[in-house]
């Protein structure tokens, strides 16, 4: 069947296909270019390749197990897709959450968002050649991820973030390994800074191409490092503050044209900025809720279960390393006070028939969480940009509808737009500044 571009192109003029084979394009992209020479004319861009019916999946799971679903989305910073949906349930169902775990959001979600900055970098540095400048984003990003692995217990797909609160509070040692963390990503931060900020090479690839004015960036609908690049002050942690945002102090980085090069350099700078409100929040963070140890001690999971037959287990019983952090004393600090929308503590499911009832019916058909009638919208600011959740609630414990406002999507519609008149060499730095996320995109 013939594309578009195909009916429409001259048969004088060269048609290619850029992707989705094509490095560059990560293997989710096709680009249909019209060429006069290497001067591109027109061009077509495909999506769907990694279209896996997301929002219809999640129309058939509970509230609480379509959790792993978000982590797939952008999977460069999946805690800030489980942070929006979590907040969209916590909107509709009225429930308030401990500051603890608002300050540990904050913190986590701002990881994501350097993590996700680092990503964007190093693939767009590395599609132009400089290798090395890809070698130092990754070595910031693995200091990162192992702290993110450390709390939530996965690099990628953590499902850390659930409905009233998070799964288990932060690691004993996290201010020392975050001082750390910083510490190598300021320095490789500026290392960067000296070697692409000023070097020719780079301008000559970034300057003053694909530039988006800032009428064309709010037309498209765009968000993020990509809008702010276009002089378009908007930040949802400013714009809608949510959680603690409103109590730390941050600016809001913005560009003066609005191509490739702005949208590298505001990167950088937001990057900036977060590490300041990781420091800023570990500052203020209330103190954790009972002990200090993670494993509490007590009974084994297997011999609580046989002493609970004989009598009731008033000791804690020891839990699983893989739950540390998850213990009943943390509960108050990490979840919500309202018991209905949160998994019953291991504590509690081990040693008595009522907590392990209430395990059952938490996670039984029909049963669990159980929102009222109704419809909300939530966003909070991604990686990319807005990253918001549509949800309609007919009163039963899956949702009716939830669709997902991606940011990707709204910016790659550009691309035709964005690379028009330039040179067929322009797509790769171009494609790289947008940051695109295949399971965001597609979904």
């Avoid at 996700?116 to 132009?128: G, I």
């Avoid at 799964?167 to 910083?182: E, F, G, V």
């Avoid at 996670?363 to 966003?379: A, C, E, L, Q, T």
């Avoid at 909070?380 to 899956?398: L, R």
Wanted: net charge neutral.
């Amino acid at each position: 069947m013939p594309t578009r571009l195909q009916n429409e192109a001259n048969k004088e003029n060269l048609l290619i296909n850029m992707g989705p084979s094509h490095p560059a394009m990560h293997g989710t992209i096709r680009i249909m270019l019209e060429l006069d020479g290497e001067k591109i004319l027109n061009s077509e861009v495909e999506v769907g390749y990694l279209h896996r019916g997301f929002e219809k999946t999640c129309e058939h799971k509970t509230f609480f197990n379509l959790l792993p679903y978000t982590d797939r989305l952008n999977y460069v910073s999946p805690l800030i897709n489980n942070l929006g949906y979590v907040m969209t349930m916590e909107k509709m169902l009225g429930i308030e959450t401990p500051e603890r775990s608002q300050y540990i959001r904050v913190i986590l979600c701002e990881l994501s968002r350097v993590s996700d900055h680092l990503t964007a970098l190093a693939a767009m540095t590395m599609e132009c050649g400089a290798f090395t400048a890809f070698l130092y984003y990754i070595q910031a990003r693995e200091e990162l991820w192992n702290i993110i692995e450390e709390t939530t217990g996965a690099r990628m797909t953590t499902s850390y973030i659930r409905i009233g609160g998070v799964r288990a509070d932060l690691h004993p040692d996290i201010k020392t390994r975050l001082a750390k963390a910083t510490k190598i990503n300021r320095r490789v931060l500026k290392d960067n800074h000296g070697l692409l900020d000023k070097n020719r090479i780079w301008i000559d690839r970034t300057r003053d191409v694909a530039v988006v004015s800032s009428k064309m960036a709010v037309n498209y609908g765009f968000g993020g490092p990509c809008l702010r690049a276009s002089k378009v002050n908007y930040d949802v942690r400013k714009a809608q503050p949510y959680l603690v945002y409103d109590q730390l102090d941050f600016e809001v980085p913005l560009g003066d044209n609005g191509d490739n090069y702005d949208r590298y350099l505001v990167r950088m700078k937001e990057m900036e900025q977060s590490l300041r409100i990781i420091e800023q929040c570990l500052n203020k963070i209330p103190k954790s809720a009972g002990p200090e140890e993670l494993l509490i001690k007590g009974l084994e999971p297997e011999d609580a279960i046989k002493t609970s037959r004989s009598k009731r287990v008033e000791d804690t019983i020891k839990l699983s390393p893989n739950l540390e952090g998850s213990e009943k004393v943390k509960y108050p600090g990490i979840l919500t006070e309202d018991k209905k929308y949160i998994v019953p503590p291991k504590e509690d499911t081990y040693t008595s028939i009522e907590g392990l009832i209430n395990h059952f019916k938490f996670f039984m058909k029909d049963h669990g969480i159980r929102p009222p009638k109704g419809d909300v919208y939530f966003s909070v600011e991604g990686g990319s940009g807005e990253v918001g959740y549509y949800i309609v609630s007919d009163g039963t414990d899956k949702p009716f509808r939830l669709h997902l406002r991606g940011p990707c999507f709204h910016i790659v519609s550009a691309l035709e737009e964005m690379i028009k008149g330039h040179y067929v060499a322009d797509v790769i730095p171009t494609f790289g500044s947008l940051n695109m996320i295949g399971g965001e995109l597609d979904r």
